[in-house]
């Protein structure tokens, strides 16, 4: 057995086989804390709700956070911010780790393979993803787990570009950043985050048309459509203004970057993925706007993961299996050999 993990932002999705089938568990990386009484308790615990007490506190985690946020009029916390710890949030880690090993669970066997995302290093953000990294790492072996991590667009093509060789552009657009990267037979060419995406969006139509943030990201999840005409001050014309913007700024940052390698002399599929890839008519925007773009490499044909959220958390089963099947392989070598 091997396991899959993509610690996001917003999601922590783990994903594992289950005979034929790939599924998936998954948490939001939020939390929201309350004054610890027995009358919170055991409410808390009819509902069956995932919590924790520490000095006094209830930290209530994940996906009911979100839920209870509302019913105490209190605003949820966020452990990451821009893809990585956030080090304006003190308890960052500590929540982190209880969500993840929620998600992960107990391995199966000591040293089962896990494969995590981390995200690239963000060119338009002072900042770098090494001491995330490491952190997530350390924490998944903590649990016993032999772990590996790829980046997080590297997920992406291990997931939806296997008929091409794992050769292509794997974009991921999530919550706080847009990760990109190039490959060429499941090897990283170039790797490169840009600090903007869900969030992005929702603070600058949030800030305007004067709309919360959360009620602008609610209408953005649900149903919303890019590039029918809209109607002047609405929501859905400002999301369709700063979605536009956003791939515009993606696309010339990618070229860009493009400009700094030698890419090998071949046509590369793209494949576009994460929840920000969701709405209705977000392929048909990208695909005008990259061949417009006229990009440094020659671009074959461009797809929509067909799950956009797990299309990461699915690479990194990929990659785990890969992992566990090279060292089967070198363990009955070293067997035949003796
Ligand atoms: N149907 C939808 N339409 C538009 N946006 C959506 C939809 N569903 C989710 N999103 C947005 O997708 C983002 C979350 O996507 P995802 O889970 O891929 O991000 P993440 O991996 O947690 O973040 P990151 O990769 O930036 O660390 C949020 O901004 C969310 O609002
Ligand atoms: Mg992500």
Redesign the pocket.
Known sequence: MAKGL?I????IICSEREEEDVVFTQQRNAFMELESSDLTKTMLDSAKVLYIEKDARIYVLGEDAFKFATIFGKGTRRPMRY?IISPKEKDAIPMIKLIVERVLGEPAHRNEVLCI?S?ADTIDLDMNALYHKKMMESLARRMAYETHVID?GLGVIYSELSDYNFTGLGI?M????T?VTLAYLATPVMSFSIGR?GDWIDEQVSITTGLPKDHVCATKEKGFKLGLEVEYGSADGALSIYYDALMTYIIKNLNRKLAEITPPKVEFPVALA??SARPDGFLKMFERKLREAKLQIDISSIKLAKEPLYS?ARGCLIAARTHEGEEKGEGETEESAG
């Open positions: 993509d996001g932002t917003m999601n893809g995302s995200p997080e991921s999530g919550a706080g950043l990760n995406g994460g929840g990461v």
